[in-house]
């Protein structure tokens, strides 16, 4: 049985068999440090054999963020090895996700940035509101995206597209995201939880062996993807040895523009 008291980062509610996950650092624009990756993937596992949940909602707290990435502070001191193993642990929260065998959607009711539209991108489905914005803009930190994003990302919107997005960091509304099939639904935001509660109405009545299936399924085609996993999470921990990665996140702590020399 899946309790409050087991998370320190995340609010747990189920509601007619539908486990909402709320990450709950609102003044940090709910940045994804360690704990909370931990904290998402353990919920996500606890649903995995739980007979009384039939699918789960991911969102953010407050109105303004789903995630605004990586929590920039706790790695900014990382060495290679912390930043390897950041990257490792966000794929396998990230995987327990994907392979979740009830179905996933993220709620995205603001900035999904970084690490925040990765988490969104390794759910079954996305909704947001109309004030989402999406972007990887971990470039201007001087590293790449390290949750699978280089994989995801371009699966679901087309290589060029999603170069585009990782090369210039710019940010995207919601509008652009449901035309470039980032998400699939564009709604009010207090409108975000009742629409996901509506597709889980749908898909409750059908047959739950037949829902993990498809889920299965469907992640088969991708998953010679693998290769491309390994190569980000080594190339983004090679990243903390790097004087552009110290440079770009001591400039977003001190609220600065990097300056960037190629080292
Ligand atoms: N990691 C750690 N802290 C973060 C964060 C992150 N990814 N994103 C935001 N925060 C913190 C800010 O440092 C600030 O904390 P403070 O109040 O203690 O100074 C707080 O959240 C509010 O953010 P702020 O930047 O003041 O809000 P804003 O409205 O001016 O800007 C963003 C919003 C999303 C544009 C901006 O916060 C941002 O660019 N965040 C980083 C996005 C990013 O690079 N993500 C990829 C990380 S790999």
Redesign the pocket.
């Known amino acids: 049985m899946i309790t409050q008291t087991m998370y320190q980062t995340i609010l747990i509610e189920l509601r007619e068999q539908v486990l909402c996950i709320t990450i709950n650092r609102e ?3 709910n ?1 994804l440090n360690i704990q909370t990756l931990t904290d998402i993937k353990n919920a996500i596992l606890s649903a995995y054999d739980d007979a009384s949940i039939r699918g789960i909602i991911i969102t953010g707290a407050g109105k ?2 789903f995630a ?7 790695f900014a001191n990382f060495t290679v090895e912390e930043g390897t193993k950041l990257s490792a642990e966000g794929h396998a929260t990230l995987r327990a996700i994907e392979n979740c065998p009830k179905p996933v959607i993220a709620a995205i009711n603001g ?1 999904a ?4 539209n990765e988490l969104a991108l390794s759910c079954h489905i996305r909704v947001c509101s109309e004030n989402a ?1 999406f972007g ?3 470039v ?2 001087g ?1 790449i ?2 949750y699978a994003g280089t994989q995801r990302l371009a699966q679901l919107i087309g290589k060029g597209r999603a170069l585009e997005l990782l090369m210039t960091a710019d ?1 995207i509304d919601a509008q652009t995201a449901l035309n470039f099939g980032l998400v699939n639904h564009v709604v009010p935001q207090d409108q975000l939880i009742a629409k996901c509660e509506e597709i889980f109405a749908k898909i409750k009545n059908k047959a739950p062996l037949a829902i993990s299936s498809v889920i299965r399924c469907v992640n088969a085609y991708y998953e010679k993807r693998a290769d491309g996993n390994n190569l980000e999470i080594n190339e983004f921990g090679n990243f903390f040895g790097s004087e552009d990665f110290i440079e770009g996140t001591k400039a ?2 001190e ?1 600065r523009k990097a300056d960037f020399k190629g080292k």
Do not use: V
């Open positions: 003044d940090k624009l940045a303004k963020a605004a990435g990586a929590d920039i502070a706790e900035f940035l970084g690490g925040g914005k990887q803009p971990e201007n930190l590293i995206p390290g940010l977003f702590l609220k």
